[in-house]
């Protein structure tokens, strides 16, 4: 999984791991995913999801490791801050580090993985999305998403990211594989309190739906979910 080393994708990797999986951590910092893989039993690949090269290597070690993948989880992400990025100032070399992380990142592991999915029985992708991502949410003027000053990268990233969502779970439901997204809901994290957040939801509490969906057995294809249920596309 990617951005496995902190925030909540590291409590994705902790709840995965306690429910006996073995989890791959992927995480640029090789030192910081070492550590968590040491913690959850689990092995650490160094992983910068905007370099091919990066994605090319740490597929190869699970091929070497495992010769599969059952669960891909593209977690890691960035709000590319709040800087420019509002509707008539927006600084395109910022939107394009936002959809190179948030969106391009998804496909690219998603294609380089897709052979060592196709190898296990019934695998799942799961992509981290963003409630903010909701087109439903963000044009009914009576959503607090609507009220909120929302830099325009982020959220336009996530709503590709889960049109791409929609697609790839229609474009391999012949090879049995599943492929979701989540809504983690507004986590204290590190990348919340850079926004100047102050939020209660625990890293725990925003990876539940993720751990939920990658155990449940005989789980869906082609939703968008967050804790009670389906989010609007
Ligand atoms: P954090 O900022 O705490 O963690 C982000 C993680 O992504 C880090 O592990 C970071 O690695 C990794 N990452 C960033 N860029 C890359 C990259 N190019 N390659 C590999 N890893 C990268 O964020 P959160 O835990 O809050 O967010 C995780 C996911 O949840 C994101 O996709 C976010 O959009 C989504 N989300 C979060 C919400 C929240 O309220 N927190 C709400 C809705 C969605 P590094 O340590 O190297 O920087």
């Known amino acids: 999984m990617t951005g496995a080393n902190r925030g909540i994708g590291a409590a994705i990797a902790q709840g995965l791991a306690e429910r006996g999986m073995t989890v791959v951590v992927g995480a640029r910092d090789a030192a910081s995913g070492e550590r968590t893989a040491q913690r959850l039993g ?8 905007t370099d091919d090269g990066s994605v090319r290597d740490a597929v190869a070690h699970v091929q070497q ?11 890691a992400g960035i709000a590319g801050g709040g800087v420019g990025q509002l509707a008539g100032d927006v600084d395109l070399a910022v939107m394009r580090t936002v959809f190179d992380t948030n969106l391009f990142g998804v496909v690219r592991l998603t294609e380089a993985f897709l ?4 190898k296990a029985d019934g695998a799942r992708v799961i ?16 959503h607090a998403f609507a009220s909120t000053g929302v830099a325009l990268a982020y959220p336009a990233s996530k709503a590709a990211l889960n049109m791409l969502t929609v697609l790839y779970a229609k474009a391999l439901a012949a090879d049995g594989i599943a492929v979701n997204a989540v809504a983690p809901g507004a986590t ?13 939801r625990t890293a725990e509490q925003g990876a539940a739906i993720a751990v939920h969906l990658a155990t449940v057995p005989a789980g869906p294809t082609g939703v968008f979910l967050q804790d009670d249920g389906p989010v609007p596309w």
């Open 65 to 75: 490791w495992y010769g599969r993948l059952d669960i891909l989880v593209n977690n």
């Open 127 to 142: 992509n981290v999305s963003s409630g903010t991502g909701s087109l439903t949410w963000q044009s009914d003027p009576g």
């Open 42 to 49: 689990g092995r650490a690949v160094p992983l910068d999801v």
């Open 115 to 118: 052979p060592l999915l196709r």
């Open 188 to 200: 204290a994290t590190d990348f919340t309190a850079a926004l100047g957040l102050s939020l209660e």
